[in-house]
């Protein structure tokens, strides 16, 4: 009952609900590139309520020639990383854990899974998510699920619009490794000062 009804509604929801375009300059995009000189690999992020058990948000972080994060719909901003349609660049180690600590609140942790992949298995996945375009509200576990489906090593990934079983398909894929990160964890000391984007000025560094 519960897919018919999503299904009824679906549509109408799309109709409503479209996504804002966003395009950072090819300077600010070039200037960002960052290589972490890691094994290359994929990782599925998702964010669960402690109280329910139920998914509130999916994202990938994507290592290879140069390491970028797919945040489809998501809130997650900071102007060292620069965005294209919810693909944001930059995304150093400092970045990854100012992203999970982002998420990672009183009431939700977040579960990481990562892989290690084929160099050409993480480019062709940047090149999927790159073109996917910006993604509606609502619509981050669809559009992470569309983007995985057919990749080697990722037959295990059906369609979905549910971040918790979008999980538990991904924790299926051979290699896998998974942690729980909670608000707290000093896994997540990042060293950032959380500021908005028009408090940057001129010059500015990234603290620590």
């Known amino acids: 009952m519960r897919r018919l009804i999503l299904c009824l509604l679906l549509p109408l929801f799309l109709a409503a609900c479209g996504a804002e375009p966003v395009w950072a300059p090819d300077d600010a995009v070039r200037k960002a590139a960052f290589s972490s000189g890691e094994a290359p690999s994929i990782t599925l992020y998702t964010v669960i309520s402690k109280n329910t058990g139920a998914g509130g948000h999916s994202s990938l972080l994507i290592d290879g020639n140069e390491r970028v994060l797919f945040d489809p719909a998501g809130t997650w901003k ?18 990854r854990k100012f992203y999970i600590d982002y998420h990672a609140r009183e009431d939700w942790y977040v579960k990481v899974q990562k892989v290690y992949v084929p160099l050409d298995v993480a480019e062709e ?9 910006a993604v509606p509200k609502s619509m981050c576990a669809n559009s992470v699920s569309s983007s995985l489906r057919g990749l080697p090593g990722f037959e295990e990934i059906s369609h979905t619009y549910f971040p918790v079983p979008l999980s538990e398909m991904f924790g299926k894929v051979d290699g896998v490794v998974s942690e729980d990160v909670y608000d707290g964890d000093p896994r997540n000391v990042h060293g950032i000062q959380m500021i908005r984007p028009d408090e940057v ?8």
């Open 78 to 95: 900071y102007p060292y990383a620069p965005e294209r349609n919810d693909v944001h660049y930059g995304m150093t180690e400092r970045m």
């Open 201 to 208: 000025t001129h010059g500015r560094t990234i603290g620590g």
């Open 125 to 133: 996945l940047r090149r999927r998510v790159e073109a996917y375009g």
